[in-house]
């Protein structure tokens, strides 16, 4: 069997895509999408002819994939999505369950949870207070009395 060279830029293309399923940076896409259109363009007799000009199909629809790539991802990641594990505490209200002592530690509950929480400016809440989580620093969430 005889490999003709649009043959090899399709193999060449799905390597490339495969690779990009392990390294997702959306460079070995590029270079995927830019093999298979050429070698779809290599079923051309005009272009089957000429190697050089099958390398500068290659090289010229493998930048424009990586601009129109770069540009999506950019899009894609601009927005991460809301916050998750013990970070999308932030924000959210609580109630003092012990007393906060001045310069010390006490807990509060929030979603049915109860979190070790400081004050901010170190200063004592009484219980049954409700506060908003500030922040989280090791296990200790940071908390300042709210009227909301």
């Not at 090289?59 to 424009?64: D, E, G, P, R, Y």
């Given at each position: 069997?005889?490999?003709l060279a649009?043959?090899?830029?399709?193999?060449l293309?799905?390597?490339?895509?495969?690779?990009?399923?392990?390294?997702?940076?959306?460079?070995?896409?590029?270079l995927?999408i830019?093999?298979?259109?050429?070698?779809?363009?290599a079923?051309l007799?005009?272009?089957?002819?000429?190697?050089?000009?099958?390398i500068?199909c290659f090289?010229?629809?493998?930048?424009?994939a990586?601009?129109?790539?770069?540009?999506?991802?950019?899009?894609v990641?601009?927005?991460?999505?809301?916050?998750?594990n013990?970070?999308?505490?932030k924000?959210k209200?609580?109630?003092v369950t012990?007393?906060?002592p001045?310069d010390g530690?006490?807990?509060?509950k929030v979603?049915?949870?109860?979190?070790?929480a400081i004050?901010?400016?170190?200063?004592?809440?009484?219980?049954?207070?409700k506060?908003?989580?500030?922040?989280?620093?090791?296990?200790?969430?940071?908390?300042?009395e709210?009227d909301?």
């Open positions: 069997m005889v490999l649009w043959h090899i830029w399709l193999i293309g799905i390597i490339f895509v495969i690779i990009e399923i392990f390294d997702p940076a959306f460079f070995f896409l590029s995927g830019g093999a298979i259109v050429t070698g779809l363009l079923l007799p005009f272009v089957q002819r000429y190697l050089w000009l099958q500068f090289a010229i629809i493998s930048f424009l990586f601009l129109s790539m770069r540009r999506l991802g950019k899009r990641l601009a927005n991460p999505g809301p916050e998750t013990v970070f999308a505490l924000g209200l609580a109630h012990q007393a906060i001045t530690r006490g807990y509060v979603g049915g949870e109860e979190w070790v004050t901010k400016d170190h200063s004592a809440l009484a219980k049954g207070i506060v908003e989580i500030l922040g989280i620093e090791g296990n200790k969430l940071i908390v300042k709210t909301k």
